[in-house]
């Protein structure tokens, strides 16, 4: 009788299974959405309000000819955007919340593209100045607004990727605009440098509405009621600013009554926006987040 060698036996392979849950669920943010469309998505109407400026301060000149305006006059051309956009950027965030992130981002790309073809068209300095306001207010949040979204769109450990693609568009495009102004000025005509942001504002409004989201507590945001004293305020203290700053050198600063009257405007408004955002936190701008050191330390 001959016994069988008996042989060891190898266990049979385990097989592990590992669930890999789909993209919406990994990312509720970009809904599965590539990160990098979404930068382009945000970073393209930024890109093109950060370049507008620069192309502006270079065909402020031929504006001045074109319209029959000294060239002290053309420059309100500057100091009214800029005045605009200094009132809308600290109210975003309200705004933001009471529209939707995504609507609100929209509707600001659609007022600064619409206004930028109002600008090409202007027939007359006042015109000019009407549409540069309302472009001022619609570039004023796109800033904030593009920022706050590539931060909650890539997770943390990528986050600095978003930061630098952010840094590299506000970056380049101070530098590339006035090449670009001047080239756009001798070829076509001052009035194209406000052109070229319709094309670009109609392909940025395309891909948000295709690959932006909003988060959940954006959707589900409840708001206090519109600050108008607040917003009032908020309009003075900026306004008087801006005006001051851009102004005040051509007529000897504190040498001109106008710039005293300022600046006192500006002190008594900010002190008074102060004390209402602070007393009122479910405002336009929370002032409370002050509180927190670290914040408190970035900011100062």
């Known amino acids: 009788m001959t016994t069988a060698a008996l042989e060891p036996v190898a266990p049979a392979a385990v097989r592990t299974y590992t669930y890999t849950a789909p993209a919406h669920q990994r990312y509720p943010l970009t809904q599965g959405v590539n990160l990098w469309l979404v930068t382009v998505s945000v970073m393209l109407p930024t890109f093109m309000e950060v370049l507008d400026t620069a192309i502006a301060s270079v065909a402020l000149p031929y504006i001045a000819g074109s319209l029959s305006a000294s060239n002290s006059k053309a420059t309100w051309v500057l100091t009214s955007y800029l005045v605009a956009n200094a009132v809308i ?23 600064f593209t619409v206004a930028s073809f109002f600008c090409g068209a202007a027939p007359s300095l006042a015109v000019i100045l009407l549409a540069r306001i309302l472009q001022g207010a619609g570039g004023g949040a796109l800033q904030p607004l593009s920022q706050s979204i590539l931060l909650e769109s890539f997770p943390v450990e990528k986050r600095s990727q978003a930061m630098a ?91 001109a009554i ?43």
């Open 258 to 300: 106008w710039v005293r009257w300022a600046v006192a405007a500006l002190i008594f408004a900010l002190i008074g926006w102060i004390w209402r955002s602070w007393a009122n936190p479910r405002g336009l701008v929370d002032l409370h987040v002050l509180k927190n050191r670290n914040f408190r330390t970035a900011v100062s």
């Open 165 to 255: 693609a952010y840094g590299l568009g506000i970056v380049v495009a101070p530098v590339l605009g006035p090449t670009l102004g001047g080239w756009l000025t001798d070829t076509f005509g001052w009035r194209y440098a406000f052109y070229i942001n319709f094309p670009v504002g109609i392909l940025a409004v395309f891909m948000i509405m295709r690959f932006v989201h909003d988060p959940p507590y954006i959707k589900n945001a409840k708001v206090g009621a519109f600050d108008n004293i607040g917003f009032g305020l908020l309009i003075v203290w900026t306004g008087c600013l801006q005006v001051v700053l851009d102004k005040g050198q051509e007529d000897d600063w504190f040498g």
């Open 89 to 111: 950027l600290p109210a975003s965030n309200w705004f933001a919340r009471r529209f939707g992130r995504k609507n609100f981002l929209i509707i600001c790309v659609v007022i």
